[in-house]
């Protein structure tokens, strides 16, 4: 049981991390919401949901998630937290 736990916590901390990612990228571009939301296209009322763990980023459409990390000119990777793989 504990496993399952470990792995929940896990899991339920991912969001949380990707709004602090995307709030942390937005504001070194020193972009406002406002102007990420002109870049992207998102609307930004999602952006601030997203950035403040009130929308579930695991369950934003891959669309919203690529026009947001090309905006940000980063990856999609990098939002999700997904670390680089090394060879």
């Given amino acids: 049981m504990a496993a ?3 792995t929940t916590d896990s899991v339920t901390a991912v969001p ?3 709004g602090v990612r995307l709030r942390r990228c937005r504001e070194l571009r020193g972009f406002s919401q ?3 939301k002109a870049r992207s296209g998102i609307p930004q009322q999602t952006i601030s ?3 403040c763990g009130v929308r579930d980023p695991l ?3 891959v669309e ?3 026009r947001l990390a090309w905006a940000l000119g980063t990856s999609m990777d990098a939002l ?3 670390p680089a793989l090394r060879g």
């Fill in 4 to 6: 399952i736990s470990r």
């Fill in 16 to 18: 949380d991390a990707m």
């Fill in 34 to 36: 406002m102007e990420l």
């Fill in 49 to 51: 949901e997203l950035e």
């Fill in 59 to 61: 369950r934003i459409q």
């Fill in 64 to 66: 919203t998630l690529w």
């Fill in 80 to 82: 999700v937290g997904i």
